[in-house]
């Protein structure tokens, strides 16, 4: 018998981790990833690795300054995830410096500073994406022209000339473009969606050409992390529901006037990352079963409205930190009725 | 017996953890042998000073009672077995509190096997009073886990009730004494339904029992020929066995938050009780062993015993075959609502349904609780529907009243947040500990409202004693400056009258002599 003070019920454990779940995550995101480097090249690549180090690390100086035990919490995998998505976040053409800053806002100022895990109001993969798109919109809106509008992707040799200094590189300007979701929005009111769709070079089948693929490898990692119980449907759905019916509502049967298809708005931009792998961090979300449903509308609510009539491009982190913001009010007003008290 | 498949109403939340049952289940129940010696809780209800009827050195025979029983509220506990007191004082028994209890100890006398029972009653003849009686007098509590006198639960429950349910659910891992009990003797847990539904008046007995039980299931099927009994077969799923929601699984009624079941018509037993029952109506027989299971990947030979109150834990343990180098915990009850035992030596008692040595390797000591991630697992599992990550909060801040507006009231500690909790934090630990500050908070505002009251009514005595003595002496006052007055008044005249008639004396006496000395001049 050990001699350690009685321990209290219950004595058994499930035996999940939150490293575990963390793994499922990273494991979910392996399909749309695959599909955004095929896409978007090496860059892609260079943002995963060079982010997961800086936020190991990063992690790891904070905790120290803190005084607290750094292993267990790398361990936990809650910083590789952070910058799993927000790397995934990022343009492909993004040099080190902007991956660092990001990272910096992200888990020293968005989690570290709060308190670690946990204890974080706000999505930090979020914060640290919005802190660079408004401190540089330049790197952050030059993304490479995907693979079938171009036939010349960065090379190796390349991505890391870009990777360490992209204005270094002569004739970068042949390789990027605007992204779909963009390129859609600066032509409206010019053309009727079907013309566009023909003429401009970013326009894929249903949605923006290679950003179609990779949401499907986001949707299917999501599929498997409901499946796995990792998340549950409650956010994903209200997010994809409520940002489809929108766009439905002001699709105006296609006119120049048409602020895009479902099918452009559900499978463009971030739409199946964000719903599936960021509005459901579970810390900075809303935790009632009704509550996420509010929460989840919310934030699909405001995807559109940035989309459709806003200044960016895409308002996944926007919809999300603006929807952290309510989260805790919509705890308390959506608290379920206990089993035994009035209806 | 009715055949109609019922309606079922489904548990919220709730969880599958690994039933552990088989092992136990290998063969009879055995009885374990008399130990050389037996401590015998005679802890009261609401711990009241039990009134002992024997001394240290007294012979007692088996079924002798040990307490008089405090009117009708308290609970009988009898010698299991023959011998001699050689002990009375506080020992540690299985609790929670981990706080000794007074218990007698006897010396045991194999040699004495007479057993004093009480006489058999007619129980279909017997009247609801003598019945009740005769429960008390067995001192029979609830074997389910309470604990609480059988006797007051059916006083609570006379005319209230028109549904009896029997819980044989069992719904905790390792836990095997119903079932063990109910493939063994289910006919007599039938005469005990029987004499409950002949006391309540109840209309219909639901027995519950979880679908991984087929062997009990058919034994009880077997039996129950009357048209009241209905044995309802439920999905296998923690914590259905616990009262309210076994009541809401089979009737569909949600026990409103802070009654009880009899409120809304439902009385609740457990199927050990209707066994004890049945015996001590039909056989006389007090109530001085229960079965209990003996299990865990510490024994060579896990087992259900029918055991004698008071026998230490240790001596199942020997009889299982331990091997206390495997040994890592000790825990009574089951893995997730059971406690674990300081050490071997503690008694068993009228509510220990379950013993399980536990190695590292069957349930590992948890690793260090990491942060909450407010995942929600917990929120998906729990069987009353509360928020555990937020509560988790409100018990770790020690904001009382807002764990209070989430009803942490309503929780019923059946550990299944924590059992699937992926940071191993030890909620239910949090959740107790806050339901004890906020104890301790209300008793303190009693205390303070009760000092409060107190003082004023002081304050009041004072003012009023105040009023009256001022009253007094201001009549009293009065009184002086009235009557002295009066009082010098009539002593001012009789003064006057005196010295007027004084002074008028001498003017006369003076006029003589002036009229003598006149005279004589």
């Known amino acids: 018998m050990n001699n350690a003070a009685p321990t209290s019920s219950p004595h058994s454990h499930q035996g999940h981790s939150v490293s575990q779940l963390m793994l499922h995550v990273l494991l979910a995101c392996v399909p749309g990833t695959a599909a955004l480097v095929f896409f978007f090249g090496f860059g892609v690549l260079f943002n995963l690795v060079s982010l997961v180090l800086m936020a190991l690390l990063s992690e790891a100086a904070v905790l120290r300054l803190r005084r607290r035990a750094v292993m267990p919490a790398l361990r936990d995998l809650s910083a590789t995830v952070t910058a799993v998505l927000l790397a995934l976040a990022l343009p492909p053409t993004a ?36 802190v660079v798109l408004i401190s540089f ?32 590189l002569q004739g970068i300007d042949a390789f990027t473009g605007a992204t779909a979701l963009d390129s859609f929005r600066q032509q409206q009111g010019a053309q009727l969606v079907s013309e566009f769709r023909q003429s401009s070079p970013v326009m894929g089948q249903w949605s923006g050409l290679g950003w179609e693929w990779i949401n499907v490898g986001f949707l299917f990692g999501g599929l498997y992390l409901l499946y796995k119980r990792i998340i549950r449907w409650h956010i994903p759905a209200t997010v994809l529901l409520t940002l489809g019916l929108l766009a439905l509502l002001f699709h105006d049967g296609g006119s120049s006037a048409s602020h895009g298809s479902p099918l452009m708005h559900l ?63 919509i705890d308390t007003c959506t608290q379920p009725r206990t089993f035994g008290h009035a209806k | 017996m009715n055949n109609a498949l019922p309606k ?59 307490v008089r029983a405090a009117q009708s509220s308290g609970l009988l506990a009898h010698a299991p077995a023959a011998g001699v007191v050689s002990a009375i004082a506080g020992y540690p028994v299985p609790n929670a509190s981990g706080l000794p209890e007074l218990c007698v100890v006897i010396d045991t006398d194999p040699t004495d096997t007479r057993w004093a029972k009480l006489k058999a009653l007619d129980y279909p003849g017997a009247g609801i009073d003598t019945l009740i009686e005769r429960i008390a007098d067995a001192g029979i509590s609830g074997l389910g886990g309470a604990g609480f006198p059988t006797q007051l639960k059916l006083h609570s429950a006379l005319q209230q009730v028109d549904t009896l349910v029997l819980n044989a659910a069992e719904c905790e891992p390792f836990i095997t004494a119903d079932t063990a009990l109910l493939c063994e003797r289910a006919a007599e847990v039938v005469t005990g339904c029987m004499i409950l539904l002949q006391i309540t008046v109840a209309a219909r007995c639901l027995i519950g029992i979880e679908d991984n039980k087929p062997q009990a299931i058919a034994a009880l099927q077997q039996h129950c020929s009357d048209a009241r009994l209905q044995v309802v077969v439920i999905p296998a799923r923690y914590p259905s066995g616990a009262e309210n929601q076994l009541i809401h699984i089979l009737t569909g009624k949600e026990i409103p938050s802070g009654t009880l079941a009899v409120h809304s018509g439902i009385l609740c037993h457990n199927v050990g009780t209707a066994y004890a029952i049945a015996r001590a109506v039909v056989h006389g027989e007090q109530l001085l062993s229960r079965i209990t299971t003996v299990s865990g990947a510490a024994l060579r030979e896990p087992a259900n015993y029918e055991v004698l109150t008071g026998t230490p834990v240790a001596a199942l343990l020997q009889h299982s075959g331990v091997d206390h180098t495997q040994l890592s915990r000790l825990l009574c009850g089951g893995p997730l609502m059971g406690i674990e035992l300081p050490h071997a030596q503690l008694p068993v008692t009228k509510t220990t349904n379950c013993v399980v040595a536990t190695t590292e390797a069957e349930l590992p000591s948890p690793p260090p609780a990491q942060a909450c991630i407010r995942c929600g697992l917990c929120v998906d599992v729990c069987p009353v529907q509360l928020l555990p990550q937020q ?118 006496a003076q006029s003589i002599d002036a009229g003598k000395q006149d005279d004589s001049k």
Not at chain 2, 10 to 32: T, V, Y
């Open chain 1, 267 to 329: 499978f463009g931009g971030a739409t199946m990352l964000g719903a599936f792998f960021i509005a459901t961090d579970p810390v900075t979300a809303a935790t009632t079963p009704r509550g996420q449903l509010v929460y989840g509308a919310l934030i699909g609510i405001v995807i559109y409205v940035i989309r459709a009539f806003g200044n960016y491009p895409d308002g996944v982190a926007f919809a999300v930190l603006l929807a952290n913001f309510a989260a805790p009010l």
């Open chain 1, 137 to 168: 919109p330049v790197q952050m809106t030059r993304w490479l022209l995907p693979q079938g509008a171009t036939d010349a992707l960065p090379g190796f040799s390349e991505a890391v000339t870009i990777f360490f200094d992209g204005e270094l």
């Open chain 1, 95 to 130: 040099p080190w410096w902007l991956g660092l800053i990001a990272i910096f806002f992200a888990i020293v100022v968005g989690k570290q500073l709060y308190g670690g895990l946990g204890y974080n109001p706000f999505n930090p993969a979020m914060v640290g994406y919005v």
């Open chain 2, 8 to 66: 079922l109403w489904s548990l919220p939340g709730g969880i599958h953890p690994p039933e552990n049952k088989s092992q136990s289940l290998n063969g009879p129940i055995r009885m374990a042998a008399l130990p050389p010696q037996l401590t015998v809780p005679v802890t009261q209800p609401d711990y009241a000073t039990p009134q002992l009827c024997v001394q240290v050195g007294d012979r007692v025979h088996k079924g002798q009672a040990l």
């Open chain 2, 391 to 508: 509560l988790y909060w409100f018990a770790r801040s020690k904001e009382y009243t807002k764990a209070q507006a989430h009803n942490l009231q309503d929780c019923i500690e059946c550990g299944a947040c924590a059992y699937v909790c992926p940071s191993h934090i030890p909620l239910v630990q949090y959740y107790r500990n806050a339901k004890a500050g906020i104890r301790e908070q209300s008793d303190k505002h009693q205390r303070a409202d009760y000092a409060k009251q107190r003082f004023e009514v002081h304050q009041q005595r004072v003012a009023l004693v105040q009023a009256q003595n001022d009253q007094r002496r201001a009549e009293r006052a009065a009184a002086v400056k009235a009557q002295p007055a009066a009082a010098a008044g009539t002593s001012a005249q009789d003064a006057i009258t005196a010295a007027l008639a004084r002074v008028q004396a001498k003017k006369a």
